[in-house]
């Protein structure tokens, strides 16, 4: 049974960082693509990075780049998301997904992921 498990999540100050980690199990997550998605109250859930399964390309949402770092360890079945200069409106639940999409073009969209955890609760605030 595939399953992500996502930790990490928690309270911190603006301008503060977080690691996000998530583990895979119960299938070849090193076969796909990963990505983090957050919901935020009120809102549709969002993009926000996906690394490749292959050649390790990443990509992120326009209101995380240069601040969020996206990462995968194959050999662990880890994929993580170190997150600095953290903003209010970075507050949100934090979902690891994983996609078997045969294209990276849509790796931005949630229909394309197939296997998803249960999420992670991150605030900042002071």
């Known amino acids: 049974q595939a399953q992500l498990v996502e930790s990490g999540g928690g309270l911190v100050q603006p301008g503060g960082s977080l690691r996000l980690s998530c583990t895979a199990s119960?299938?070849?997550?090193?076969?796909?693509?990963m990505g983090w998605f957050r919901q935020a109250p009120g809102k549709e859930r969002e993009f926000v990075a996906a690394?490749?399964?292959?050649?390790?390309?990443?990509f992120y949402a326009v209101a995380v780049k240069g601040r969020f770092t996206i990462s995968r360890d194959n050999g662990k079945n880890t994929l993580d998301l170190q997150m600095n200069s953290l903003k209010r409106e970075d507050t949100a639940v934090y979902y690891c997904?994983?996609?078997?999409?045969?294209?990276?073009?849509?790796?931005?969209?949630?229909?394309?992921?197939?296997?998803w955890g249960r999420g992670t609760q991150v605030t900042v605030s002071s």
């Open positions: 997904a994983a996609s078997n999409s045969e294209t990276i073009l849509t790796l931005s969209s949630a229909s394309e992921y197939d296997y």
């Open positions: 690394v490749t399964s292959i050649g390790g390309d990443t």
């Open positions: 119960g299938f070849t997550s090193n076969d796909y693509h």
